[in-house]
């Protein structure tokens, strides 16, 4: 009996090491929402890509609105990874609604290097593990590949991926090179006051052709299989399921029209900002609101659009504002929210 205990105590200490390097080698990247306090009564979480924690900044819907949300999106996540995510996180929170981006149906199963970046953010059990379990790959076309290159042994030990990082830990390196970009957050939005223009002009949902990159153009089968997936699991917990698409330059013509067909088959609402009217309504301005080539927006151009969302909650959403509780309480949600929007605010105007 001692040496099972002995083996036992072995056992956990070297888990624990493990963990703890886990944390130590692994870059840092987790910028998901503090939703310990002021989400207790929630009414929406945003789900989707990178398009959605750089445009949609709840702080900001809470200003228009009252209304308490969070941004729970990865970098170019495709939706059998939104799927898990959203798993995951309706086990502590339940929204009445939930909002997914589209983008994600321009991939099949992602880039091995973002879906890293998103399993690393995911806590270990059972839904993660099945995750990796049916995570493929795409080529450099988005098209999913049947051999996979990357090892699978990185999803469940980022060890395994990132131990050559020693030399960084020594060099005060220790922050991979997203964290000054993902330093200012707000309830999982990221903030940046970057400005780009394009040098090529090309229009709002352009063609394959005139974007000049190869996106999927219908909705395949793996995306049907995880939204469906989604659908039902939003369903089983009396959560509504709203399709919409944040502007950007990089929405084709091909997927716009896929998504619009497939949102009508299904029966669900498709909210799209990249049409003329939403555009101009928005006053989205193309030479001060994007924050770089990828048609991630800035503080000022996500200003708008969270906005405009919280507009499109307010005439189609059952939500209560907020804003009117007891403020003078510091634990109460207007006090929270009302917190959080001037730490953004002072962190726009900044100089």
């Not at 888990?15 to 207790?40: H, R, V, W, Y």
Request: glycine residues 6%; negative net charge; aromatic residues 14%.
């Amino acid at each position: 009996m001692k040496k099972l205990g002995k083996a036992l105590i072995f056992i956990l200490i070297l888990l624990l090491l493990l963990i703890g390097a886990n944390a130590l080698f692994m870059p840092q990247t987790d910028f998901s929402a503090d939703t310990s306090k002021g989400c207790e009564d929630l009414d929406y979480i945003v789900l989707g890509t990178s398009n959605v924690f750089y445009d949609v900044n709840p702080t900001v819907i809470w200003d228009e609105a009252g209304y308490v949300g969070y941004n729970l999106s990865s970098e170019q996540a495709p939706i059998i990874i939104n799927y898990y995510q959203l798993k995951t996180e309706l086990k502590k929170h339940t929204p009445k609604v939930v909002f997914f981006d589209t983008s994600g149906f321009q991939y099949n199963y992602g880039k091995a290097s973002f879906n890293q970046l998103s399993l690393d953010k995911m806590p270990l059990n059972f839904d993660k593990l099945k995750l990796i379990s049916e995570l493929k790959e795409d080529d450099e076309k988005d098209n999913s590949i049947t051999v996979d290159n990357y090892k699978k042994i990185n999803y469940l030990i980022p060890l395994y991926k990132f131990h050559s990082r020693w030399k960084e830990l020594f060099e005060r390196t220790v922050y991979s090179k997203y964290h000054d970009k993902y330093e200012h957050l707000f309830m999982g939005y990221v903030a940046t006051k970057d400005h780009y223009i394009y040098e090529k002009d090309y229009p709002w949902l352009p063609t394959n052709e005139e974007l000049g990159a190869g996106y999927v153009t219908e909705i395949t089968d793996v995306n049907r299989h995880y939204f469906g997936l989604m659908r039902e699991l939003c369903e089983s917990k009396g959560i509504r399921l709203v399709l919409f698409k944040t502007p950007s330059k990089g929405w084709t013509k091909d997927i716009h029209e896929a998504v619009t067909k497939f949102a009508k088959e299904e029966g669900l609402e498709f909210f799209e900002m990249n049409t003329p009217e939403p555009l101009a309504e928005m006053g989205i301005d193309e030479k001060t609101d994007l924050a770089d080539s990828s048609s991630h927006f800035n503080v000022y151009g996500s200003e708008k659009i969270s906005r405009y969302l919280a507009q499109y909650m307010k005439r189609t959403c059952d939500f209560k504002d907020k804003r009117k509780t007891e403020e003078e309480n510091p634990e109460s949600t207007a006090a929270i929210w009302n917190g959080l929007y001037e730490s953004y605010r002072s962190y726009v105007e900044a100089e």
